[in-house]
């Protein structure tokens, strides 16, 4: 992991895990954003491999969302470019876009279905994860019973967000990118994504995220990016 200039990097404790996937990695190289004739951030610059995790800080405005927007290829930078694998994600944008799930700040997920029915959507969709089971995902978020035939419009903010990051678990992606995935979650929901995090990451995944919120991942090595300096 390396940051540049334009931006900080502080490293907290924890091991590299032991890469059970192909190694990858994806960079930020020289990116800048601009708006309204003023820049948010300038040559913000770093990597990440299989096996680390990114935690994305900053106060409001800083182009936090806009800086993930950029690394999932739905936002142009005003300069510097995004690389997957060490060639620009604009040349085939499908087979990085195939690598990748992305989980924003609102949930994403259908509100006329059940948690089942979005999540069964969700791996027919897209590129499933061998073995997903969404009933069993559905065990693993830990959802009251009573949720199981109930549309989502009509469970509890952290119920939806528990839905919508369920989707990681029914999708083949090493590099997870989430807006803000503590939204709405009470403590044991939050220990939860810790959890998936550091699964995916011992996996040989990678993630980058906002977040306000102290994460502590076991066994994992977790680097954190300041926007906004």
């Not at 939806?160 to 083949?172: F, P, Q």
Request: charged share 25%; net charge negative; aromatic share 6%.
């Amino acid at each position: 992991m390396w940051v540049g200039a334009g931006s900080s990097v502080f490293y907290e404790s924890g091991e590299t895990s032991h890469f059970m996937r192909e190694q990858a990695r994806v960079e930020a190289v020289g990116l800048a954003i601009s708006r309204n004739d003023r820049y948010i951030f300038t040559d913000l610059n770093f990597s990440l491999e299989a096996g680390q995790i990114l935690q994305v800080e900053g106060h409001n405005g800083s182009g936090k969302t806009t800086m993930l927007r950029i690394l999932c290829g739905l936002t142009l930078p005003t300069d510097g470019e995004i690389r997957w694998c060490g060639e620009n994600i604009r040349k085939n944008l499908a087979e990085y876009h195939a690598q990748l799930a992305y989980v924003g700040h609102a949930p994403g997920i259908k509100d006329d279905l059940t948690p089942l029915e979005n999540l069964s959507l969700a791996g027919a969709m897209d590129r499933p994860r061998d073995g997903a089971n969404a009933e069993q995902v559905l065990e693993r978020l830990r959802l009251p019973a009573f949720c199981d035939d109930v549309p989502c419009r009509n469970l509890s903010a952290g119920q939806r967000r528990r839905v919508a990051l369920g989707r990681l678990l029914m999708l083949d992606a090493q590099l997870w990118v989430l807006d803000e995935p503590f939204t709405a979650l009470d403590p044991a929901g939050r220990r939860l994504v810790e959890e998936l995090l550091s699964e995916h990451a011992k996996a040989g995944g990678m993630a980058v995220m906002t977040t306000h919120h102290a994460v502590n991942l076991d066994g994992c090595t977790v680097h954190r990016l300041q926007l906004g300096t």
